[in-house]
């Protein structure tokens, strides 16, 4: 029977890495995402400047 695998820190990655994902693509997607978010943030600032 597939047992979870259980929250935390250690046992967050551990989960990640049984399911077959990697570790990698998960930090990229984070930072892009970070990056995303600040851009829209930055235009839409310079949108309400403008106005």
């Known amino acids: ?3 979870a ?3 935390g820190a250690v ?3 551990a989960g990640l890495a049984v ?3 990697d570790v990698g693509w998960w930090i ?4 892009a995402l970070l990056i ?3 851009l829209l943030i ?3 600032r ?3 400047q403008t106005r």
């Open 19 to 21: 399911t077959g994902a």
């Open 1 to 3: 029977m597939y047992r």
């Open 11 to 13: 046992g967050g990655g």
């Open 28 to 31: 990229a997607l984070g930072i």
């Open 46 to 48: 310079r949108r309400k």
């Open 42 to 44: 930055h235009a839409n």
């Open 36 to 38: 995303t978010g600040a």
């Open 5 to 7: 695998p259980t929250g």
